[in-house]
């Protein structure tokens, strides 16, 4: 075997995962729903969790549908916990006590199972080395399909996400589009959680979109930036893990950081060059 | 009606009159001392362990039922060697049970006068993982340093409990024998594959390779605690391949994932090995535990010799 086959599909898999979180990420960004693939991760883990309590294995089928409909749970709960006016609950707040119950319940139940549930910590971090091509195969369907839901969707997902007094003077029901919105980002956090682990996800659907909109306020643009820049940094970032002998997962997500850090300083510096040769044309008299 | 009463007050006290040579109370921090304890200690002794066997014994979430326990214990067993570190010392200082303080009575470091492999030379420093700085603390799984841990403990009951010290001994010597008779049949079971080459995921190997003679070449996580970097994993599948290694052993707390990956590269097979009692139901006592993991690892070894 060689250093190739073997990062080849880790590279794969990051492609894969920039071009779904780059997406989502735009609308979790928008929504300052932050930590909601965190959140729904963990609920997903405390689906398993059960599973296996009930006599499934870890990495059976039924283990999945479980994680499954733990994440529907959740994204019910999100929808229906929506921004309230009066109460003024912010929607983090929310988020952070699922987070923090799952994670919770999670132990209690693994305290409670016989055995071999103490790798299930492990569950959250994963190993983006030890992704199979059918494993690749399976989650790229996967993704087209949430792809194609939200692309058929987009109208409504987009104008909630970006105006949503807007949606609701249109008077759509809200709960509703926020429930498939979340539905589908379970679907897609599930597998990606299990394949690159949550700091990984984290960074794919936030990194991205965060840089792109230093640049630009339209969705295409910033798509374009996101998708690029997912690409680019993932690329790097397995090189890197290669070139230094770094665990690899670990790796991408400092790329990341650095790749944020460096095009903020350039835009920084861009904006200053800007705003300097705009005060010289004033001082010579020349409007711009 | 004298009679019956006479039977109730006899009844009464009869199991009070059974006590009245209370028990020696025993915590163990692993099952495995609590078990090898109950086959010196019988019914002279009540064996209570703190980890279970599929649990990591580095990380225990400490509930308030171990204080409890701690507190009424007349001897702790612990394995040393830094093992218990991430736990025990506050659970002790708060069980308030002087006895049981290191150096106490109640303390028995079973570490002591076992055959302790990779005692590190030089300076041990966090860039090293996560290394015991007093030598590998998965004794245990060779069986004598397992005779050697049933004679520590045979030793303090005596000295705790003079009164039986007869008993122990016999006792001892009972589960000697037994180890002695039970040595020669997982040695001979294993003797086809003497010196075969192995790979395992962290370090707790190596008393048991040593002493069933098998020949840990890699690790699939160098630093312990530390996920593989790309090129560490991709020497390990070459080194798998070239040298037609065929068993990738791993302790029941880790996630099986990266191993059956690198399984399904070179067809080794991954074998889930207890390292302590208790581990899987069927494991009860510290001969299941050898049963079990033997056979384990004959199948995947004598698999495919062809």
């Known amino acids: 075997m060689t250093i190739t086959e073997l990062l080849l599909p880790a590279f794969v898999a990051s492609l894969i ?48 549908f479980y994680s499954l409909g733990f994440t529907f749970l959740g994204a019910a709960v999100f929808s229906f916990s929506r921004v309230h006016r009066k109460t003024r609950v912010p929607q983090e707040a929310v988020i952070g006590i699922v987070y923090a119950v799952s994670a919770a319940v999670a132990i209690l139940v693994m305290s409670k199972a016989t055995q071999e549930t103490e790798h299930l910590k492990d569950m959250l971090v994963g190993n983006i080395l030890s992704v199979t091509w059918p494993e690749l195969f399976t989650t790229a369907v996967l993704y087209s399909l949430v792809g194609v839901f939200h692309y058929v969707l987009r109208e409504r997902f987009l104008l909630i996400s970006m105006n949503e007094a807007e949606a609701e003077r249109r008077g759509w029901n809200i ?23 949550v700091l990984l996800v984290f960074c794919f659907l936030i990194v991205p979109s965060v840089t792109a909109m230093l640049f630009s306020a339209r969705l295409g643009p910033r798509l374009a930036i996101g998708w690029s820049m997912g690409a680019l940094v993932s690329a790097g970032g397995v090189a890197l893990s290669y070139g230094l002998d770094l665990p690899t997962g670990a790796t991408i997500v400092a790329t990341f950081g650095g790749a944020l850090l460096i095009v903020a300083a350039c835009r920084r510096a861009l904006r200053r060059a800007g705003a300097s040769a705009l005060s010289m044309d004033a001082r010579s008299g020349r409007l711009p | 009606m004298k009679k019956t009463a006479l039977l109730f007050l006899v009844l009464l006290f009869a199991p009070a009159a059974g006590l009245a040579q209370a028990k020696v109370r025993i915590v163990s921090t692993l099952q495995d001392f609590a078990s090898i304890s109950q086959s010196i200690g019988g019914d002279l002794i009540e064996a209570d362990a703190l980890a279970k066997g599929y649990q990591d014994p580095h990380f225990v979430d400490a509930k308030p039922s171990f204080i409890l326990k701690l507190s009424r214990a007349d001897l702790l067993i612990v394995a040393g060697l830094e093992l218990e570190i991430g736990y025990l010392p506050a659970l002790i200082d708060q069980s308030r049970n002087a006895k049981i303080h290191p150096g106490g009575p109640g303390y028995l470091d079973v570490s002591v006068g076992c055959d302790i492999l990779e005692r590190p030379t030089g300076q041990v420093t966090r860039a090293m993982g996560d290394v015991h700085p007093h030598g590998n603390p998965h004794y245990w799984t060779d069986p004598n340093n397992g005779g050697i841990i049933a004679r520590s403990i045979a030793a303090k009951l005596s000295a705790l409990d003079p009164p039986n010290r007869a008993t122990y001994e016999k006792n001892l010597a009972a589960f000697e024998a037994k180890l002695a008779a039970k040595d020669k049949e997982w040695m001979a079971k294993m003797a086809p594959y003497a010196n075969a080459k192995i790979i395992t995921f962290h370090r707790s190997w190596p008393n048991f390779a040593k002493h069933f003679k098998l020949d840990v070449v890699g690790e699939i996580e160098p630093k312990p605690g530390i996920p593989p970097s790309p090129s560490h994993t991709l020497d390990i599948i070459n080194l798998i391949i070239t040298d037609k290694i065929k068993a990738i052993l791993v302790e029941p707390y880790f996630d099986l994932k ?7 590269k070179t067809g080794a097979s991954v074998v889930v090995g207890y390292p302590s009692v208790g581990g899987l139901p069927e494991i009860k006592d510290y001969f299941e535990l050898f049963d079990h993991d033997i056979d384990e690892l004959v199948k995947a070894l004598g698999g495919g010799t062809q």
Do not use: C, N
């Open chain 1, 175 to 197: 709960r509703f589009w926020d429930f498939l919105f979340y539905i589908s980002f379970g679907f897609v956090v599930t597998s990606s959680v299990a394949i690159a682990g």
């Open chain 2, 258 to 264: 990266t191993p059956k990956y690198i399984a399904g």
């Open chain 1, 17 to 64: 995962l920039t071009g779904i979180h780059a997406y989502l990420g735009v609308h979790v960004v928008e929504r300052g729903v932050i930590f909601v693939d965190l959140s729904l991760a963990q609920i997903a883990a405390l689906g398993t969790t059960v599973a296996y309590l009930m006599g499934h294995d870890l990495h059976s089928g039924m283990a999945y």
